[in-house]
């Protein structure tokens, strides 16, 4: 049986028109994620914090899509991935696309003058492509860790230090501020520091920081603070009932303080621009 499809109702064509709204806003961060859209929409005072309204607003763009109101393109959903195995015409195809990939893949080592080493490590894949449009510029990598990484997950990145004792290691952090959000930096900490033994690396949380929250005044997620457990009951004890997802944040608000944390990283800003100049010269050889 087929389901019920959504009626364009007064009420309905309102809150599209709302919804166009804040795609029209932040059209340069398309496509946007649906708890992007949620989120500017009830720091709008739109709608209401509610999961019900989360949930009406999941509809809502289903059918806002479906029967062409906004675009297919508008909005993305980063927790489902598609792995192509389907493979190339013949060889000569398969040759083109090789040629091709090796071109676009040669990036510079932008900080090799700078003595540092940085990555900049979100909680949310859902907001990779801001992180990532941003950090490309200044050749530093995007890792999605995604709750509390594993301990292989964590042995990687050891691995990653090894060829870099020499240089001065940074770990950037973007995450929610609720009970999980606060501690996977220390729990990484621990783990990095005290069990895998890395010395000299520091660890830096750009956001979600207390101050954003007022400063910005995010909504907070009322699903995030479940009252049992030891860290649902270390966090309100800390700062109430304070809880509010990274997600909340402008995305223009999210990218200044990307591109701060990562320009206040560097050192000579002179010796940074002249490998910029010397990378750009490298790929107009290639072009």
């Not at 007064?10 to 994620?33: A, C, G, H, M, Q």
């Not at 997950?153 to 929610?176: A, I, S, T, W």
């Not at 501020?177 to 830096?204: A, C, Q, V, W, Y």
């Not at 907070?220 to 309100?236: C, I, S, V």
Request: proline content about 2%; glycine content about 4%; some cysteine.
């Amino acid at each position: 049986m087929a389901r019920r499809r959504l009626s364009w109702t007064k009420n309905n064509v309102s809150r599209l028109e709302k919804v166009k709204e804040i795609l029209f806003d932040l059209s340069e961060y398309k496509p946007l994620t649906l708890r992007q859209v949620y989120y500017q929409l009830v720091g709008k005072g739109y709608i209401e914090n509610v999961r019900s309204q989360y949930n009406m607003l999941s509809n809502l763009l289903k059918w806002a899509r479906i029967d062409g109101h906004i675009s297919w393109n508008d909005i993305e959903d980063r927790v489902r991935a598609y792995h192509d195995h389907s493979g190339w015409i013949d060889k000569y195809q398969y040759l083109d696309s090789y040629m091709e990939s090796i071109e676009k893949s040669y990036i510079r080592d932008l900080w090799q003058t700078q003595g540092k080493y940085i990555e900049v490590w979100i909680e949310k894949d859902a907001l990779s492509s801001i992180f990532s449009r941003v950090c490309s510029q200044y050749g530093v990598s995007v890792i999605v860790c995604r709750g509390f990484s594993s301990v292989s997950f964590l042995h990687d990145f050891k691995d990653r230090l090894v060829n870099r004792d020499e240089k001065e290691n940074v770990m950037l952090y973007f995450g929610d501020f609720d009970p999980s959000g606060n501690e996977m930096l220390e729990s990484m900490k621990i783990t990095l520091k005290d069990e895998f033994g890395i010395k000299g690396l520091h660890f830096k949380r750009i956001a979600l920081l207390k101050d954003d929250i007022f400063t910005y005044r995010l909504p907070h997620n009322p699903d995030a603070l479940k009252r049992t457990g030891t860290r649902a009951k270390k966090h309100l004890k800390a700062y109430g009932d304070l809880a509010v997802e990274l997600d909340a944040l402008s995305p223009s608000v999210l990218e200044g303080k990307i591109k701060d944390s990562v320009t206040n990283e560097i050192k000579n800003i002179k010796a940074f621009n002249a490998e910029i100049r010397i990378y750009n010269d490298d790929l107009e050889e290639n072009s």
